[in-house]
C-alpha cells in the first residue's frame, strides 16, 4: 500500500497510475481515493499519469495531531 509520511507521523495513501503530465484528484467528506477510479484510469489510459490521495483520516489514511474543527462564528477563526 504506498504511502507519504507527513511531518507530525501520519501516513497518506495514494493512488498513481499511468505516465506522463500528471492530473491530480482530491476527494471530498465522506470519500476516498477509490471514488475517482474511472477518472483515474481514463486519464492513465489517454497519456497521463493519474493520482489520488485519502485525506488525512479517511479510509487508508492515518489521522495524527489534535482534532481540527469548523466554525462559522468569525470570533473563533485564526488572524
Known sequence: M?????????E??????????????????????DAWDNQLMFMASNGFRAVAHDRRGHHRSSRRGTATTWTTTPTTWRR
Do not use: C, E, Q, R
Open 12 to 33: 497518506i495513501f495514494y493512488k498513481d497510475w499511468g505516465m506522463g503530465s500528471p492530473v491530480v484528484f482530491s476527494h471530498g467528506w465522506p470519500l476516498n481515493a
Open 2 to 10: 504506498p504511502t507519504i509520511p507527513t511531518p507530525d507521523g501520519a
